[in-house]
């Protein structure tokens, strides 16, 4: 099993994402029913390890997370664009909401994942050495902005390879709750990490 922890977009969202996809060659788009904000890639795993990760999933308590996508940008490894993205406006609980998932991952037996998040969701993959052109496309679109709206739930995906793009299977849902309150101490952690102050 090749799963991972996400946020899904609203419809309504994936429609304002699919409306800037396009304009740049030698870039793979991704399909609009596929866009979702990554908490945990978790990778190829047996029964049980997903049931202990599920099991820890179910123990967090957060609350629902009102937001808009905000601003494009790119990932490049080695001078070489390999990624473009959308972020958030004010990414703070989204941190505050994968350090919960980061440690319930790590109860679960998983070790501590090496990258630093940084909250996005992928619009687009260069295929490898690729020379894109994009100044033209970040120009038009660097100041993307999507409706308002709010993530009131993660799940917990398994992703399964097909003859065209990857397919998204939802193996279980943990509701987010409005009525719970995170604290300004994990917001505090959250803008610390995110800021560096």
Known sequence: MRIFVALPLPKEVRQDLAGICG??????WIEPENFHLTLRFIGEIGRGQADDLHTE????????IECRLSGIGTFER???????????????AVI???????????RAGFPCEARKFKPHVTL???????????GPYLEMHNAFSSRAFVFDRFNLYQSRLGHGSAIYDVLSEYPLDQKVYYGK????????RLFGG
């Open 185 to 192: 101490e994990a917001l505090a952690d959250a803008d610390e």
């Open 23 to 28: 304009g740049i060659a030698g870039t793979r």
């Open 78 to 92: 080695r001078g070489h664009v390999t990624m473009l993205w959308a972020g958030l406006d004010h990414p703070q």
């Open 96 to 106: 505050a909401l994968h350090d919960r998932i980061e440690a319930a991952a790590r």
């Open 57 to 64: 999933l179910t123990s967090i308590r957060f609350p629902e």
């Open 124 to 134: 687009s993959r260069f295929r490898p050495h690729s020379m894109p052109v994009i």
